[in-house]
C-alpha cells in the first residue's frame, strides 16, 4: 500500500546543539504523493541551518517594536498557524481588518497576502515585520537587537555565509522554515491512498457533493491543495470596507476580490472569510447556498445552490476530514524549547 512520506520526519534532527555542530547540509523536504513539486529560490534551497534559523527567527519577539510579539503570535500551530480571531491584533492590542491566514503548504502558493500583492516568500515576512500596525519594527533595530545573540550569528555564517544577522538573512530563513509546513496528511488524503474505511456514508457523500457541478466548489478549491490560487469577489458584501484586491490595482473592477484559501484543516482555522465574519463552517456553506450578495464584481459562479439541510451536513462532514492532525500536532514546528 502506497503511503505518504511527510516533511516532519526530515526535521527530527534539528535539535542538535548548534554551538558544538555548525556543520550545515541539504534538507530534503519531502511531500505527500500526488501534490506537485516544490520550486526552491535560487540561492535559498532548504538545508537544515537554513531551516533552524528561521524556526528560531519565526518565535523571536525580538522582531517586534515592544518585543512581545512573534510571528507565531499570530500563527499557533494548535490552529494550523492561524489564530483563532476575528482579525488580526497588532501592537498595543489593535485591532486590525483581516484575519490570520493558515501557513499550512505556503511552498506552492504562486504569491502572497489576500490580495496577491507580495510575488515571493522571501519578500512576504517584511509586511508583517514593517507594518506600524503589526509588529511595528523598522527592521534595523531588530537586526541590533538579533546580532547581540551569538549564536544567531553562527548560524547566519553557517546557514547564508553572512557575518551577522541582516535583513537577507531574516527573511531567507523564514522562508527556509515556512517551506516545511506541508500538510497533507488528512483523512480524505487517507482515503484518496486507498484507505476506503477512512469516511462514514455521510462524509463521502459530501465528498461527491464537494467535486459536483451541483456546488462547483472545487472550480475554486480544487486539486491536492484545495485552492486555484485565484482572486475573486464572492458577494461577501454590497459595500466593502476593505477593497482587496483594488488596493493593488486601483481598478474599480477588483473592489472586493480577494485570494481562494486552501480548505485544508479548514475546521481548525475560523473565524472565516477575510475580515472573521463567519464563526463557523455551517455559517460559510450556508452563504454559499444563498448565493451570496449583490455586487457589479461577483464571479458569475456563485449563484443559490439550493442544499438541503441534509446536503449541507454532508458538505460539512466533508470539510472536517480535511484536518490533519499529524500536521497540528508535530513538535518539530513548534519553538524549540517546546518540543
Given at each position: 500500500?502506497?503511503?505518504?512520506?511527510?516533511?516532519?520526519?526530515?526535521?527530527?534532527?534539528?535539535?542538535?546543539?548548534?554551538?558544538?555542530?555548525?556543520?550545515?547540509?541539504?534538507?530534503?523536504?519531502?511531500?505527500?504523493?500526488?501534490?506537485?513539486?516544490?520550486e526552491f529560490p535560487e540561492g535559498n534551497e532548504p538545508t537544515k541551518l537554513r531551516v533552524l534559523l528561521g524556526r528560531k527567527l519565526f518565535y523571536d519577539n525580538r522582531?517586534?517594536?515592544?518585543?512581545?510579539?512573534?510571528?507565531?503570535?499570530?500563527?499557533?500551530?494548535?490552529?494550523?498557524?492561524?489564530?483563532?480571531?476575528k482579525t488580526n491584533v497588532g501592537m498595543g492590542d489593535m485591532q486590525l481588518n483581516r484575519n490570520s491566514p493558515t501557513l499550512a503548504n505556503m511552498a506552492w502558493s504562486?504569491?502572497?497576502?489576500?490580495?496577491?500583492?507580495?510575488?515571493?516568500?522571501?519578500?512576504?515576512?517584511?509586511?508583517?515585520?514593517?507594518?506600524?500596525?503589526?509588529?511595528?519594527?523598522?527592521?534595523?533595530?531588530?537586526?541590533?537587537?538579533?546580532?547581540?545573540?551569538?549564536?544567531?550569528?553562527?548560524?547566519?555564517?553557517?546557514?547564508?555565509?553572512?557575518?551577522?544577522?541582516?535583513?537577507?538573512?531574516?527573511?531567507?530563513?523564514?522562508?527556509?522554515?515556512?517551506?516545511?509546513?506541508?500538510?497533507?496528511?488528512?483523512?480524505?488524503?487517507?482515503?484518496?491512498?486507498?484507505?476506503?474505511?477512512?469516511?462514514?456514508?455521510?462524509?463521502?457523500?459530501?465528498?461527491?457533493?464537494?467535486?459536483?457541478?451541483?456546488?462547483?466548489?472545487?472550480?475554486?478549491?480544487?486539486?491536492?491543495?484545495?485552492?486555484?490560487?485565484?482572486?475573486?469577489?464572492?458577494?461577501?458584501?454590497?459595500?466593502?470596507?476593505?477593497?482587496?484586491?483594488?488596493?493593488?490595482?486601483?481598478?474599480?473592477?477588483?473592489?472586493?476580490?480577494?485570494?481562494?484559501?486552501?480548505?485544508?484543516?479548514?475546521?481548525?482555522?475560523?473565524?472565516?472569510?477575510?475580515?472573521?465574519?463567519?464563526?463557523?463552517?455551517?455559517?460559510?456553506?450556508?452563504?454559499?447556498?444563498?448565493?451570496?450578495?449583490?455586487?457589479?464584481?461577483?464571479?458569475?459562479?456563485?449563484?443559490?445552490?439550493?442544499?438541503?439541510?441534509?446536503?449541507?451536513?454532508?458538505?460539512?462532514?466533508?470539510?472536517?476530514?480535511?484536518?490533519?492532525?499529524?500536521?497540528?500536532?508535530?513538535?518539530?514546528?513548534?519553538?524549540?524549547?517546546?518540543?
Amino acid at each position: 500500500m502506497k503511503v505518504a512520506v511527510f516533511t516532519f520526519c526530515v526535521l527530527a534532527f534539528l535539535s542538535c546543539n548548534q554551538k558544538s555542530d555548525l556543520q550545515d547540509e541539504p534538507l530534503k523536504i519531502r511531500v505527500p504523493i500526488d501534490f506537485p513539486p516544490i520550486e526552491f529560490p535560487e540561492g535559498n534551497e532548504p538545508t537544515k541551518l537554513r531551516v533552524l534559523l528561521g524556526r528560531k527567527l519565526f518565535y523571536d519577539n525580538r522582531l517586534s517594536a515592544e518585543q512581545n510579539m512573534s510571528c507565531g503570535t499570530c500563527h499557533v500551530l494548535s490552529a494550523a498557524f492561524t489564530d483563532g480571531k476575528k482579525t488580526n491584533v497588532g501592537m498595543g492590542d489593535m485591532q486590525l481588518n483581516r484575519n490570520s491566514p493558515t501557513l499550512a503548504n505556503m511552498a506552492w502558493s504562486p504569491y502572497f497576502m489576500s490580495e496577491g500583492g507580495v510575488p515571493t516568500l522571501e519578500l512576504q515576512g517584511l509586511a508583517p515585520l514593517h507594518n506600524s500596525h503589526e509588529m511595528g519594527k523598522d527592521m534595523m533595530p531588530a537586526i541590533a537587537l538579533l546580532n547581540e545573540d551569538e549564536e544567531l550569528r553562527k548560524l547566519s555564517k553557517a546557514a547564508y555565509n553572512r557575518d551577522s544577522v541582516d535583513p537577507f538573512v531574516v527573511t531567507r530563513a523564514l522562508a527556509a522554515f515556512e517551506r516545511t509546513l506541508v500538510s497533507g496528511d488528512s483523512r480524505y488524503d487517507r482515503f484518496q491512498l486507498g484507505m476506503k474505511d477512512q469516511l462514514s456514508e455521510q462524509e463521502t457523500a459530501g465528498m461527491s457533493l464537494f467535486f459536483s457541478d451541483k456546488t462547483n466548489c472545487s472550480s475554486c478549491h480544487g486539486g491536492e491543495l484545495f485552492t486555484d490560487f485565484g482572486i475573486y469577489n464572492i458577494g461577501l458584501y454590497e459595500q466593502y470596507n476593505d477593497v482587496g484586491l483594488e488596493r493593488k490595482t486601483h481598478n474599480q473592477e477588483d473592489i472586493g476580490k480577494f485570494k481562494t484559501p486552501t480548505l485544508r484543516n479548514i475546521d481548525l482555522t475560523g473565524p472565516y472569510m477575510h475580515d472573521g465574519s463567519m464563526n463557523t463552517l455551517h455559517e460559510v456553506i450556508e452563504f454559499y447556498n444563498t448565493g451570496g450578495k449583490a455586487h457589479a464584481n461577483k464571479d458569475s459562479r456563485i449563484r443559490p445552490l439550493n442544499l438541503s439541510e441534509e446536503e449541507k451536513a454532508q458538505l460539512n462532514a466533508f470539510l472536517k476530514i480535511l484536518t490533519d492532525f499529524n500536521f497540528v500536532q508535530n513538535p518539530q514546528f513548534l519553538p524549540l524549547e517546546e518540543q
